[in-house]
């Protein structure tokens, strides 16, 4: 139910106009997002390298309505590369295809995507490009299976709350994909989506192993397993121990700000382990999704409010 709603108030950005001019929201959001700017990532992002872990990085934004703003919105991961470079992080960037321009044009959206894929391969980045609601899934892989014959730095995302998952992780296997999988962020209905949290773990187990298999190692498949779920993690681990899956064939993928207790563990298991670090001033959706997540986080906000 808070779920529910949390989500629905996340398609509403005048509500995070709003929550932007509050001073304590704005704090809570800091636990979650690196900053405003691009400074406030690369900081971050080095303190993490510091530590041992490698990142991701995001700039926040999503469903632009004009080709200008997506124009804009891959400049600005083109400047985000050669900063990366410049400081030597070997950071991934991870994006979303509607802050590209598909919501514009499939045309807009494709070509930004080779100018910073190529980018990208220039620099020896992967990029990885973010699953969306379903509303996209269909044009989000196609675009995908279409850079990946030029671009061999293309990576996608697979939710393993979608019931065509299964089918999907088949196709990725023959292309020999790099392929994140998380659990799925937005609010579906129950004819695409698994809703109880056992049917979600089951599909996230079943996709873990076809994506550790023999088969999609042959492929070259190279997956990431984007959880805060200590018990997937832990089966990742073995699974992939029991599968002969050396410790660079697979990663574990957390966000910036979340359950950053279960770190050490991870290390412990010489498993490697990526954050995804956000920037930006459009935070409002990324922090929303985060919210629904947890409620607990949504009653942190609140009570921060009332203070
Ligand atoms: C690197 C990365 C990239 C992602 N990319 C995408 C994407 O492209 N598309 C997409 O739909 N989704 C994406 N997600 C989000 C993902 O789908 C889930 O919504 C999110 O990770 C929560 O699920 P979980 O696997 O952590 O498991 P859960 O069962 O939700 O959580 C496991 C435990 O983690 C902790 N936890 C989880 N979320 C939070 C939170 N917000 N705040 C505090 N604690 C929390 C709690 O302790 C919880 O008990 C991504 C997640 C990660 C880590």
């Known amino acids: ?24 929201t704005r704090r809570v959001v800091r636990r979650f997002v690196a900053g405003t700017e691009l ?12 530590g041992g ?31 990366l470079k410049r400081r030597s992080l070997g950071c991934t960037p991870s994006l979303k295809l509607t802050h590209m321009g598909l919501d514009v044009s499939e045309a807009v959206c494709m070509d ?11 620099h020896g ?21 279409a850079l990946r014959g030029e671009f061999p730095n293309v990576a996608c995302v697979i939710q393993a709350y979608l019931r065509r998952s299964e089918a999907d992780v088949r196709r990725l296997i023959e292309l020999g994909a790099a392929v994140r999988l998380c659990k799925g962020a937005y609010r579906e209905p129950l004819d695409r989506a698994f809703r109880t949290r056992a049917e979600v773990d089951r599909s996230y187990e079943r996709l873990m192993d076809r994506l550790l298999s023999p088969e999609a190692r042959a492929a070259g498949v190279y997956p ?12 990742a681990a073995e699974r992939a121990r029991a599968l002969g899956v050396p410790r660079e064939g697979f990663e574990i993928q957390m966000l910036y700000g979340i359950r ?3 770190h050490a563990g991870i290390r412990e298991r010489e498993l490697a382990l ?22 607990a986080n949504a009653v942190f906000l609140l009570k921060n409010l009332f203070r």
Do not use: C, K
């Open 39 to 50: 400074e406030d990532a690369l900081a971050v992002i080095q303190r993490v390298h510091d």
């Open 260 to 262: 950053g207790d279960l």
């Open 125 to 145: 980045n992967r990029v990885w490009i973010d699953m969306e609601q379903t509303a996209y899934t269909d044009r989000t892989l196609r675009v995908y299976a």
């Open 274 to 295: 990526r954050l995804l670090v956000p920037f930006g001033e459009e935070w409002y959706g990324y922090f929303m999704r985060r919210l629904a997540e947890r409620p």
């Open 53 to 83: 872990l490698s990142t991701a990085v995001t700039y926040l934004g999503e469903n632009v309505a004009s080709e200008a703003q997506a124009r804009a919105a891959a400049a600005a991961y083109l400047e985000i590369l050669d900063q």
């Open 112 to 122: 930004n995507m080779r100018r910073i894929l190529d980018r990208a391969r220039d």
């Open 224 to 235: 990431g397993f984007a959880t805060h779920d200590a018990r997937l993690i832990a089966r």
């Open 1 to 24: 139910m808070m779920r529910a709603l949390l989500l629905a108030l996340s398609a509403r950005p005048a509500l995070g106009r709003t929550m932007d001019r509050l001073p304590l």
